[in-house]
């Protein structure tokens, strides 16, 4: 997924990177590995998600190539023109007023800058087949919390193109893939793992009853270890990427 959002931002060695919803630190380390002479700015309103950021890019040497910002992407503390390229993974389904964050993207963006974005395709596929839709099969009445269907925003063909150019975007490219999602571990590990990290989704593990828990534990991991391989998962999970220029000559207020 991070490789596929990264190829989208055609980032240089030299680029300056913003990365917006940065969490614990992926993709922006990832991208910090890649500018040799440039620098990251990894933004999230999250300050424990920063602080494990931190953590990892000191373990990893990067330290000093990341900047750790926390604040809102709907007003982002930096200068206009100020950033070669914005990364955003997995995050703009979830910002309250897209069209906000779009225009101050665009205004921190230098003129021929580049933004790409990582959504989550339809609801319809293996990973999600094999987590929350256990859920959904074999509880009665259960439901996918209003707040964790943003998840799947932009996933109808063409949505996300249509975001960034309403807001002025230009040279747009959207692309639908397929690609693995690797986890180094067991598919009992990996569905503990989404559990703890899907907040959105709390509500509906929470309404699994006591005595249907094993039952969904064993369904999820069986339905996970089909992508065993090895000592990894490699899981099919469907994206949309999304990539577009700052015009040049073109200014952006915000």
């Known amino acids: 997924m991070t490789a596929a959002l990264l190829s989208a931002a055609a980032i240089s060695p030299d680029s300056v990177v913003l990365d917006l919803a940065a ?9 910090a590995e890649c500018v040799i002479r440039g620098r990251v700015i990894a933004l999230d309103s999250s300050r424990s998600g920063l602080l494990l950021a931190g953590t990892h890019a000191r373990r990893l040497g990067l330290g000093a190539k990341v900047t750790f ?11 206009a023109n100020c950033v070669d390229r914005i990364t955003c993974r997995c995050g703009i389904m979830f910002f309250s ?12 963006l230098k003129p021929g800058g580049r933004a790409a974005f990582l959504v989550w395709g339809s609801f319809e ?22 707040q964790a269907l943003e998840m799947f925003r932009f996933a109808a063909p063409g ?21 693995p999602r690797i986890w ?13 990290i899907s907040t959105l989704c709390h509500p509906l593990f929470d309404s699994i009853p006591t005595n249907s828990r094993s039952k969904i534990d064993a369904e999820a991991s069986a339905l996970l270890s089909r992508f065993q391989s090895g000592s990894v998962l490699s899981v099919p999970v469907n994206i949309i990427v999304v990539s577009g220029k700052r015009p040049a000559g073109e200014k952006f207020t915000c």
């Open 23 to 31: 969490g614990s630190g992926d993709p922006a380390l990832t991208i």
């Open 159 to 179: 949505s996300a193109e249509r975001a960034m150019r309403t807001a002025g975007f230009r040279n747009i490219s959207e692309e639908s893939l397929t690609v």
């Open 184 to 196: 180094a571990g067991s598919a009992e590990e990996l569905w503990a793992y989404q559990q703890e």
């Open 69 to 79: 910002v926390q604040a809102d992407a709907q007003a982002i503390p930096l200068a």
């Open 97 to 108: 007023d897209t069209a906000l964050v779009m225009s101050e993207v665009l205004r921190v």
């Open 125 to 146: 596929q293996p990973f999600f087949d094999a987590t929350v839709g256990i859920i959904l099969r074999l509880v009665e009445g259960a439901q996918i919390p209003t």
